[in-house]
């Protein structure tokens, strides 16, 4: 697997490819990678002829006092595990060439309404800059299939909405979270944990699949099952900034009808803020009777 760390040297590489008519799979990440980027990579190879990832702690999507510097940074330990997957060519940028005029005078890129609720709500101009950077990464890129992971549930909304918005020529492709034996969803930043907080940690997941059991056996009452879901969180320690129970397409509030409606959750134990979700798919056998 070769590193390129240089825009010029990437597309060269890459228009080659494209020439030759090859598909192109992407992969952007963070780094640190773990079972989830990897399955990423790993449907990226099935599915396409060359694939790329790129790590790059994006400095433009943490705000003041979040944990930019501490973010782990494992280059060398990154570069085994995606050239053991199969990876063909890492991108590994600087800030100064995403950004070469400094974060504050960049063009951003802004998606509006499904960014509003949950993270977007807690995280101020989180996804304008997760939008932006994905916009650079896909320009400089130009992927056939970009892959992202379903654990970062509202980001893969507002990349799929940024894509059809600007009318980008990439198809977007979501991963399935992985997961811990206990459950817990695999993240960088579960490390953070202590080791009193890390087996308390799996108790986020299993109030999801409580929330969802109780839909998929018919409960009606979301908001009930809200405040029952953060007083179970409450109760294992949890200090949680949102349990929202959506619907999948719009993440709008969801009522009773819906079929497809996703739980979504962030919560805080000690300074370590984790996010999860879980996805209930229901057919309504019975007509509604309102
Ligand atoms: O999910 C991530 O790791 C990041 O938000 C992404 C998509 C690579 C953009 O920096």
Redo the contacts with the bound molecule.
Sequence with gaps: MQTSTDIGELRGILDRFRRQGATIGFV???GNLHAG?ISLIEQSVKQCDFTVA?I???PL?FAAGEDFDTYPRTLADDQIKLAEAGCDLLFTPTAEQLYPRGLEAHTKVIVPEVTRHHCGAHRAGHFD??ST??SI?LNIVQPTVAF??EK?FQ?VAV?RKLVADLLLPVKIVSGATMREADGLAMS?RNQYLSAEHRPMAAGLYQTLQHIAGRISAGEKNFLQLQTEGLAELAQKGFRTEYLNIVRADTLEVASERDGDIVVLVAARLGQTRLIDNIRITRSHDKPFQG
């Design positions: 952007p990440t963070m980027h790129s790059f702690v994006n999507q800059g997760v950077v994905v990464l992202f992971g970062d980001q990349i960088s």
